[in-house]
């Protein structure tokens, strides 16, 4: 894959005794993952980004000698597709697992153990959720009622809060699901969608009545995340460099998509129009629905309903001898309830969690912030948030030394809000789109979710359904 910038621009006209020509709009992880299968069935395709690089959220910063991830930090495990396209890209060598640690959840008595077994899912036994702390003894008596509760409501999409709250009661929500899956969507469990935002989850509570008493498969010795030690960023130059039958054209802004005498045509900042047989939009809902105003006013409506959140990460460097407190010493990281005053969404303790970044004579701490209807951390200037962050981890660690080095990375608007509901809205956008503008697809985090499995199986999917349309309009 050739990658040039200020490309001078090229009519994609159609020619019959070729491959279709496809564009897509976004270069990040989905748009390439994307361009790639195309690619590999003989469409002839271009990407263009309006940034000067490719990844989108897989970013990387230099920080004390060390290079830190300030987007998406590592990969699931349990999801076989990343682990798979990291193999195919040669970099399977570069893969660590994370140290087993205690992770902290913030209460107002301060730092407690996450139970172990806990997940998104809920509590798996009760033992761990007793031992930890976290809940009241009134709390703790109401999820031990979880398996003499009714079977849930089949067939209904509610939020994921609201499901687990109804078998464990709203402690267990607020004190745990909410620190946990709420930092990882950056959002409000109690409007995420059970069906979309927890697929896994929903199917659970779809086929056991009580989760507590399922069978559970025996825990894996493997780490159940990995990461690469150069940096996540690396699987999207991987990706950018090694496929073929791709053209990318970085600083590039297309600013709409139409249809024109039966083909689709992408305006093009500073360029003349071209014309193509099928598009992918990779990009962020808010982008893609000026980008289909025109062409398909009602996708564009939809579009507009999606919620994201901004984000702040900010990665600090302190002295060595911070890794002598407890909390550092014995724990991955640090999560907190939205009902906390705290603006600290999560920590992670670098230094602790990965191994290539241990040992060192600086100690790495990412702290992010910001949630879906919280914008406190983007509207701060990087001094007042830095010293903001510090301020509030010095609180929950015990440190008391200032970091000597520090970077910030802002996402305004890039963490999708997969709200009750989302599965119905992404059908109507998909409906519209079909109607208006046949051969336009869309893929990425705001349709599927923000995970890096969830964006491969976007995409993925998304490229197969471009790949039938196409021969169906093609024959």
């Given at each position: 894959m050739t990658t040039t910038h200020h490309t001078a621009p090229v009519h994609l006209g159609s020619d019959p005794g070729e491959g279709a020509k496809v564009a897509v709009i976004g270069a990040g992880v989905s748009g390439l993952v994307a361009a790639r299968q195309l690619a590999a069935t003989g469409s002839r395709v271009t990407v263009f980004e309006a940034a000067d690089h490719v990844g989108g959220q897989l970013r990387g910063a230099t920080l004390a000698g060390h290079q830190v991830d300030v987007g998406a930090e590592s990969v699931f495990t349990a999801a076989p597709g990343p682990l798979q396209l990291l193999e195919e890209l040669g970099l399977s060598e570069e893969l660590v697992g994370a140290n087993r640690a205690t992770t902290w959840i913030w209460t107002e008595r301060g730092l407690r153990p996450l139970p172990d077994g806990f997940t998104p899912a809920g509590p798996s036994r009760l033992g761990p959720v007793l031992r930890s702390r976290v809940l009241s003894p009134l709390g703790m008596l109401r999820a031990g009622l979880e398996p003499l509760l009714p079977a849930a409501r089949s067939g209904q999409d509610v939020a994921v809060g609201e499901e687990l709250a109804r078998r464990f009661?709203?402690?267990?929500?607020?004190?745990?699901?909410?620190?946990?899956?709420?930092?990882?969507?950056?959002?409000?469990?109690?409007?995420?969608?059970?069906?979309?935002?927890?697929?896994?989850?929903?199917?659970?509570?779809?086929?056991?009545?009580?989760?507590?008493?399922?069978?559970?498969?025996?825990?894996?010795?493997?780490?159940?995340?990995?990461?690469?030690?150069?940096?996540?960023?690396?699987?999207?130059?991987?990706?950018?460099?090694?496929?073929?039958?791709?053209?990318?054209?970085?600083?590039?802004?297309?600013?709409?998509?139409?249809?024109?005498?039966?083909?689709?045509?992408?305006?093009?900042?500073?360029?003349?129009?071209?014309?193509?047989?099928?598009?992918?939009?990779?990009?962020?809902?808010?982008?893609?629905?000026?980008?289909?105003?025109?062409?398909?006013?009602?996708?564009?409506?939809?579009?507009?309903?999606?919620?994201?959140?901004?984000?702040?990460?900010?990665?600090?460097?302190?002295?060595?001898?911070?890794?002598?407190?407890?909390?550092?010493?014995?724990?991955?990281?640090?999560?907190?309830?939205?009902?906390?005053?705290?603006?600290?969404?999560?920590?992670?303790?670098?230094?602790?969690?990965?191994?290539?970044?241990?040992?060192?004579?600086?100690?790495?701490?990412?702290?992010?912030?910001?949630?879906?209807?919280?914008?406190?951390?983007?509207?701060?200037?990087?001094?007042?948030?830095?010293?903001?962050?510090?301020?509030?981890?010095?609180?929950?660690?015990?440190?008391?030394?200032?970091?000597?080095?520090?970077?910030?990375?802002?996402?305004?608007?890039?963490?999708?809000?997969?709200?009750?509901?989302h599965h119905q809205r992404l059908a109507t956008i998909r409906s519209a789109l079909a109607r208006d503008l046949p051969g336009v697809v869309v893929a990425g985090a705001p349709y599927h979710g923000p995970g890096l499995s969830s964006c491969l199986r976007s995409a993925t999917g998304a490229a197969t359904t471009l790949t039938t349309a196409l021969q169906e309009i093609r024959t």
């Open positions: 009661g709203s402690e267990v929500v607020d004190r745990l699901v909410d620190p946990l899956l709420g930092g990882l969507h950056a959002g409000d469990v109690r409007t995420l969608s059970l069906q979309a935002a927890t697929p896994q989850l929903a199917a659970l509570t779809a086929k056991h009545r009580s989760l507590l008493l399922r069978r559970r498969p025996t825990p894996s010795a493997s780490p159940a995340f990995v990461t690469l030690t150069s940096g996540m960023g690396t699987m999207t130059e991987r990706l950018a460099a090694s496929t073929t039958g791709v053209e990318i054209r970085l600083e590039t802004r297309v600013s709409a998509v139409t249809r024109e005498g039966g083909r689709l045509r992408l305006s093009v900042d500073g360029q003349r129009p071209v014309d193509v047989d099928g598009v992918v939009v990779a990009t962020s809902a808010a982008v893609a629905r000026e980008l289909l105003s025109e062409g398909s006013p009602a996708a564009a409506a939809t579009l507009g309903q999606l919620r994201a959140a901004s984000v702040v990460v900010a990665a600090l460097a302190y002295p060595a001898r911070a890794a002598a407190l407890p909390t550092i010493a014995s724990g991955t990281g640090i999560l907190v309830p939205s009902t906390s005053p705290q603006l600290l969404k999560a920590a992670t303790f670098l230094s602790t969690k990965w191994p290539h970044h241990a040992h060192g004579d600086r100690v790495l701490i990412r702290a992010s912030a910001g949630r879906a209807g919280d914008d406190r951390a983007i509207e701060l200037d990087d001094g007042p948030l830095v010293e903001r962050l510090h301020r509030e981890l010095a609180e929950a660690t015990g440190l008391d030394v200032d970091p000597l080095e520090v970077t910030v990375q802002r996402w305004p608007r890039t963490m999708p809000q997969l709200e009750v509901g």
